[in-house]
């Protein structure tokens, strides 16, 4: 065999190592997508709860949601995190920690939503119990 002949077959090798690395990058986020995706509607309702920023310059929810591009960022490993994939690991987080399932944190959350509602100033206490006072 001669020395074009190895560095060919070197070359075909490495073109396959970076075809195979491609599938596994593609299967990761096709893995966390089934994951993640039906998280989705609490990483909403969490926001909504908990978000304590000012949504005109303190958090990019709404100018995510209007860009129409993929705010939910659901490949794997984003290289910028947007505010809709923060809340959606958060939620992935709280549920995997605590075991609970996207219908039981979906019922959870709707269920502090509505004591939210009711309290006008269970907010911002929220927001001082979490955070402290500054």
Sequence with gaps: MSEDDVRRELEAVELRRQELRSKLANAR???FRRKAEPFLRSAEIAHGIFCMYNH???CSW???RSSGADAWCLGSEPKVKTAHRAWLD???LVAKTYRLDARGMDEML???EAVVSEHAQLKPVMRVMVLGLR
């Design 110 to 112: 709707l269920a502090l």
């Design 62 to 64: 709404e100018y995510e």
């Design 29 to 31: 986020e096709d893995v």
């Design 56 to 58: 005109t310059d303190g």
């Design 90 to 92: 958060k939620v992935m």
